[in-house]
């Protein structure tokens, strides 16, 4: 019989004066259990309901206060629970965000906004809850930005395919040849066809740089139905596309100013000064968290910036590198029962963590690094997609290490990392094994 002796931390933490708010959009269901104040081992629990406006939610906060409530937890409902979490915060009580999956009501019972609040605070009282990653102030404005640039880019380019598809129904077919319809020359192009130009060839005689090459396709291409309601309706989606891009380069700009004034994303120089344009010399002993995040492969200024903003640069927050890709949802549960052992699934998780994370992957997955050849390694026995996950959370766990040591510098352990460290007679060993499976007979004679 195999037993099994483990170091369980015991998260239980039992607290005497606790509240909790079941959040919806106009109201908050708040219970509160505190001891009795005559009958030693005996819990006093009310339970009222407030409105979700600014005002209301200050009286709470100072009832709460005076109350001594030692914590208060707020189910992740939608947006709601932000002006409850937000206010009681500042108000000075530590407040818990916690996951509305984690705090369901045992099944079977009745089911009312007062029932769940009173669960709430048993659960918050006996500590078996956990809370959710709120990052401070300063992160939060930046994932405002950051989430919302990310947005408009994708609305940019789903007015770029309106435009395409617009083409499409006139006969121009400038896709076919140009890899990138808004680029230089399909910009041109496109202009001179609102404007009037309907000759092919001196639409053609548009293209700038590597599309002049293909003078005689973009001939063929350009020859359509293009009238003029094509024109009014093409100028509207640019005019859209250009008022878009002018707000992205807007929020990018913001988003600089914004990640200079935290002191932590700050460099330091080699004199010991410090600031936001500081740690940006070669012999620098910190460099900014922008900078050291861009030495990665695949991550670049932009990347680093929505990975700052979704994580924040406290690592206090997760314990491990591996805390922080189970929180990502970058590494698969267990699922064991019996003999059975199978692969769980790695969950949704942040969306715009995990976006930035897929290209990021993406993108060092095609490098002559470690990173490329790791990815090389995996596509061979789980596929590209399981591949580009494994390497997703082998690119946190690097992020992680950067930004909990700031003196830390990324090093690339080079394509040939796993080859030196197997060793020249297991990579002999290996070889020999492939060849011979594939009915071939092997004899090695050492080169002269």
Partial sequence: MDVWQLDVEDEQEVLARVAAIDVA?????VCTRVPHENTPGRRVT??????????????????????????????????????????IEARGVRVWLVNARDVKNVPGRPKTDKLDAIWLAKLNERGMLRPSFVPPAPIRQLRDYTRLRLDLTTERSRHAQRLEKLLEDALIKISTVATDIMGVSGRAMIEALIAGQRDPHALADLA????????????????GQFDDHHGELAQ???????????????????????????PAAQGVDADGTTGPHAGTGPDAPVLSAIARLDEVPGIGARAAQIIIAEIGLDMNQFPTAGHLASWAKLCPRANQSGAKNRSGATGKGNRYLKGVLGEVAAAAAKTNTFLGHRYRRLVKRCGKLKALVALARSILVIIWHLLSDPASRFHDLGPDFYDNRLGPERTRR???????????KVTLEPAA
């Avoid at 008022?243 to 929020?251: F, K, T």
């Fill in 430 to 440: 290996n070889h020999i094994r492939q060849l011979e499976a594939l009915g071939y």
């Fill in 208 to 223: 700038k740089g590597r599309m002049r090459v293909k003078h005689d396709a973009l001939v063929q291409a350009l020859t």
């Fill in 236 to 262: 509207i989606l640019l005019d859209q596309v250009d008022a878009l891009s002018a707000q992205i380069e807007r929020l990018t700009a913001r988003i600089d100013q914004l990640i200079a004034a935290i």
């Fill in 46 to 87: 009310k339970v009222w309901q407030v409105s979700a406006t600014t005002n209301a939610i200050m009286e709470l906060a100072d009832h709460l206060v005076c109350a001594g409530i030692e914590r208060v937890v707020v189910e992740s409902t939608s947006d709601y629970w932000r002006p409850f979490f937000y206010l």
């Fill in 25 to 29: 959009k106009a109201t908050g269901m």
